[in-house]
């Protein structure tokens, strides 16, 4: 599919002004916490020697092949935000990250599934994993007029 495809797609079941804003609030707080988690795992000696290499960062890149597929600007956005996550986990230097990335993500989930509630249709993923890589795209669509 092509990027607005994809996004008409999404769109289908986030019609509901209430549910835009929780998902315009939480898509981008999941994605931060998804990084964050991944970042807390350990990494095996083998990545450890490379500077920043983590499984954040590992997944981050896979991803952004994948928004590579969509277009330079689909990508572009997503390093950016990428860059954000991983920034702000590294400049910040969280006491407690994993458990602030645990909670920012069943805080923010609850939220999603509460707008899809409200929005009487459920959540895009549940036909479509790839959906989960659409929603931060989505809500800045608008960029891609």
């Given at each position: 599919?092509?990027?607005?495809?994809?996004?008409?797609?999404?769109?289908?079941s986030?019609?509901?002004q209430?549910?835009?804003?929780?998902?315009?609030?939480?898509?981008?707080?999941?994605?931060?916490?998804?990084?964050?988690?991944?970042?807390?795992?350990?990494?095996?000696?083998?990545?450890?020697?490379?500077?920043?290499?983590?499984?954040?960062?590992?997944?981050?890149?896979?991803?952004?092949?994948?928004?590579?597929?969509?277009?330079?600007?689909?990508?572009?956005?997503?390093?950016?935000?990428?860059?954000?996550?991983?920034?702000?986990?590294?400049?910040?230097?969280?006491?407690?990250?994993?458990?602030?990335?645990?909670?920012?993500?069943?805080?923010?989930?609850?939220?999603?599934?509460?707008?899809?509630?409200?929005e009487?249709?459920?959540?895009?993923?549940?036909?479509?994993?790839?959906?989960?890589?659409?929603?931060?795209?989505?809500?800045?669509?608008?960029?891609?007029?």
């Open positions: 599919m092509k990027l607005h495809e994809w996004l008409d797609a999404y769109g289908v986030h019609k509901n209430t549910n835009i804003i929780i998902h315009k609030i939480c898509v981008p707080a999941i994605f931060w916490s998804v990084i964050a988690l991944l970042f807390c795992i350990p990494v095996p000696s083998f990545m450890s020697n490379i500077p920043y290499f983590n499984w954040a960062t590992l997944v981050a890149v896979l991803a952004l092949g994948f928004y590579f597929t969509l277009g330079l600007k689909p990508f572009l956005v997503m390093f950016t935000q990428v860059f954000l996550a991983l920034g702000s986990i590294y400049y910040f230097k969280f006491d407690n990250l994993l458990m602030l990335a645990v909670g920012v993500f069943i805080i923010a989930w609850i939220f999603q599934f509460v707008g899809h509630k409200i009487g249709k459920k959540p895009s993923f549940i036909d479509d994993l790839k959906f989960l890589l659409i929603g931060p795209l989505w809500i800045m669509k608008g960029i891609f007029n």
